[in-house]
């Protein structure tokens, strides 16, 4: 790493800035959900989901809860360090809102 720069703020952007990563977290800061809840809210893979929910769940940001009923039940929710970054993700958001156009980002001029 560089000598300028954080190496923790380095390993969260690029822990955060993985692809569908922020829009999983936002997801789950309405509450706990199913694989197929997440899966059906955003145009991301089964694979590709499974993946980033287990690298979350690696770091610790989110919790895999398996109710041992028939047919098995699994839940996943933020834990409170997936719960510390709502304020990253709701900014994120505000800042969105106000400066981003839809028409750039579907390459329309």
């Known amino acids: ?24 977290i936002h997801q789950l800061l309405s509450g706990p959900q199913r694989f197929c809840n997440i899966e059906s809210a955003l145009p991301i893979s089964g ?6 929910l287990k690298e979350l769940e690696q770091e610790g940001i989110v919790h895999r809860a ?32 106000e400066w981003i156009s839809l028409d750039n980002c579907e390459g329309k001029s």
Do not use: F
Not at 4 to 24: A, D, F, N, V
């Open 1 to 24: 790493m560089k000598s300028g720069c954080c190496p923790k703020l380095e390993k969260g952007t690029q822990l955060i800035s993985k692809r569908w990563t922020i829009l999983i």
């Open 47 to 52: 694979k590709l989901l499974s993946e980033r």
């Open 66 to 97: 398996v109710y041992p009923e028939t047919p098995v039940r699994i839940e996943y929710s933020l834990t409170d360090k997936g719960q510390a970054l709502e304020g990253v993700v709701k900014e994120l958001e505000d800042w969105s809102s």
